[in-house]
């Protein structure tokens, strides 16, 4: 069975990137939200294996709605997807609990890479 993803990003085009990327692989999208709120609602319902998340988005950012689902969930394997990754926005994402970053624009291997070392972690 393969691994269930929920993509967290304001921009629909990031979304269908995603899904041409990962058709043919063990990954599939199993939902889709445009900004934190949504993906707190949407965690619970859809219980993704992963979850990839932008850092600049309307609303509450990639960091904040990270550390929600984190305390909500310890187990949760997050992926951090964004253009704006710089050295101390990635340590602190690592400092809340976020398995791997992935630079815009995704590159396939990349993608694979870190929804790999995610899926891997306990």
Known sequence: ????LMVVDDSRVVLLQMQKLLEGTEFEVAGYCRDGEEALDLYGKIQ???V????????MDGLETAEAI???DPEAKIVMVSS??????????EGLGV???VYKPIEKSDLLDALEKASEES
Do not use: Q, V
């Open 48 to 50: 993704p294996d992963i």
């Open 84 to 93: 704006l990754a710089y050295d101390g926005t990635i340590r602190e994402a």
């Open 70 to 72: 984190l305390e909500d």
């Open 52 to 59: 990839t998340m932008d850092i600049i988005m309307p609303g």
């Open 99 to 101: 398995k791997a970053f």
């Open 1 to 4: 069975m393969g691994k269930r």
